[in-house]
């Protein structure tokens, strides 16, 4: 079937540690992103990307990082120099760079600071 | 910029009743707009969507008309069921780069 899968669901990080959350899509999507979803609040843009080997800062990047090597893949990791990183992180994809067609969301990452 | 501004929750309501959930947009041009619903513990799912002014959106007995005259993208429901206690999140894109949610309502259905 195809769909957008994030691994782990739950994660739980130490303070100080980097932590990357997985995204991997078989969709054959060109463009990706990752959001930031916290209690009571809509979902916020961490970073973007159009195409392998791109991406771009979304409205919160400060305390992330992304990568795009693959089509299918868009990894983000939680740096240390985010000072509040316990939230549900939501990646998502769309078909094309300039559609305004959908994004498609995966089922999630909940991530806890210990 | 672009904005989208829903109904504050909690909205409770019982069983067969009518829902209603408000939604308006602040935006230049003429955006697409999106309704999605979140499950408990899931990602959202696109619920309905309408791209041009007065198309209908309709999906699983929900409703939603784009409103250009009064910016609007209200959600309608004429019977809800408990299966539809979810949160539901009001959307605008004008393209893939620039989607923007609203802050979700919290949907309760009592049997």
């Known amino acids: 079937d195809g769909g957008i899968t994030q691994s782990p669901k739950y994660l739980f990080r130490k303070e100080g540690q980097n932590v990357t959350l997985s995204c991997e899509q078989n969709l054959n999507h060109d463009a990706m992103y990752w959001y930031r979803q916290d209690p009571g609040q809509g979902l916020r843009l961490i970073y973007y990307?159009?195409?392998?080997?791109?991406?771009q800062k979304g409205d919160i990047a400060e305390g992330y990082s992304v990568s795009r090597e693959k089509k299918e893949s868009f990894p983000l990791t939680v740096t240390s120099a985010q000072k509040n990183p316990t939230a549900f992180y939501l990646c998502?994809?769309?078909?094309?760079?300039?559609?305004?067609?959908?994004?498609?969301f995966g089922p999630g990452t909940r991530l806890t600071v210990l | 910029g672009n904005s989208v501004t829903q109904m504050e929750g909690p909205v409770t309501l019982s069983e067969e009743a009518f829902l209603t959930i408000n939604c308006t947009y602040t935006a230049t041009g003429y955006p697409s707009l999106f309704w999605y619903v979140q499950y408990p513990g899931e990602g959202l799912q696109l619920l309905l969507k309408a791209t041009k002014a007065d198309d209908k959106g309709s999906n699983k007995g929900f409703e939603a008309t784009y409103r250009k005259e009064t910016t609007s993208f209200h959600l309608e429901k004429g019977s809800v069921q408990v299966s539809d206690s979810a949160v539901y999140f009001c959307?605008?894109?004008?393209?893939?780069?620039?989607?923007?949610f609203g802050a979700g309502t919290r949907l309760t259905v009592k049997p």
């Open positions: 998502a994809s769309s078909p094309d760079r300039d559609s305004t067609d959908t994004q498609y």
């Open positions: 990307s159009q195409i392998v080997n791109d991406f």
């Open positions: 959307a605008l894109m004008y393209n893939n780069n620039d989607m923007r």
